[in-house]
Every structure is written in C-alpha cells, then in structure tokens.
C-alpha cells in the first residue's frame, strides 16, 4: 500500500460535535465534500458548500429516511478498487470516495431512556452507516474512515502536512476503529433486542 490523496469526502454522521470546523479544515485544503440530511443542513447553515448525496444519486432519501446512501454510486465509490476498477467507476460515473466520515445513530442512549419504546429502538437502528463504514473499511487500501471525533484533528493534521494525503498506518488504524465501531453498535442491538420478546411488534 502506499499514502492516499483524498480528493473527494462524504460526510454523514449523527454526532455534530466539532463537524463544521473539521470541515472548514477539508475545503480549506480542497477537498470535495458531500453529505446527507442533518448533516448536510447544518453544514449549509455555516456557509460551507457541500453537494447533497441525494443529488450524486439522483434519488431522494426516502421512508423516512430509511434509505438514504443505499446506493451503487455510493457503496461503488467506497468499494472501487483504485488499480483495477477505475473502467466501471468511469462507465457508471461513479466519484471515488477517498474519506468516509460517518458515526452512528445513538442506539445504546435511545434504549437507556426510561420512556424510549419498542419503536424507538427500531427506528434508531442504523442501517446505511454500518454498511457504509464496512465498505470504506474493507477498501482501506484507497480510503480512509473516521468514526471518532477525537480523529478530527489528527487526520486534518496529516492531510494538511502530507499533501492532502494519508498514510497506510492512519488508514488501517482508522479501518480496525470502524469494523469496532460497528460490532459494538451490532452488539448493542443484539442485547436490546435479546432481552425484548415478539410480543413487542
């Protein structure tokens, strides 16, 4: 493997804390951003210009924000192999994704709540971020996935000294945090729903 130039990020996460000035970092050094929902407005709310994923697809979110990056244009941008997947990327016009920044619903709070329901905990079950962290995790030979807040300022830090690059040791540490983030997320659920019986439905 070798350093990675990130030229084009996506963005979506339901922990805001630090976004908007670890955002102003990426445009700072140039890099193309695009983001979802929530996301998306708050960032617009702080002059930051970002291209909705919704408008990348061609298709809104739906059911209730349900389905939002479920998408080949999405998942291929993460998952497309730089060295030998770059015809189909073309042929479908899919964007490389070089850095992924997604964090999850908060399950384990929702759940912990005295007055949260069997419904709530159903609908804070995140399906797109999970699939999409596995996806940027799994290619981290050619993308990078930041899960954490504290990694804000380590991965500006290092693009902004690397030539908007990051290298193969920040990749694989950030790779091994995500599929983490994602089994304990999994487990999470797992328990709730362990301890929950059908009659819930």
Known sequence: MADVKV????????????????????????????STGGTHRLLTENDLSVQEVADYTGFPEMMDGRVKTLHPRVHGGLLGRRDQDQGVMRNHNITPIDLLVVNLYPFKETVDAPDCTFADAIENIDIGGPAMLRSAAKNMKSVAVVVDVADYEVVLEELAGNHSQLSDRTRFRLAVKAFQHVAHYDAAIADYLTDATSENL
């Open 7 to 34: 030229s084009n990020a996506l963005i979506s996460v339901s922990n805001k804390t630090k976004l908007v000035p670890f955002v102003e970092g990426l445009k700072a050094i140039g890099i193309a951003l695009m």
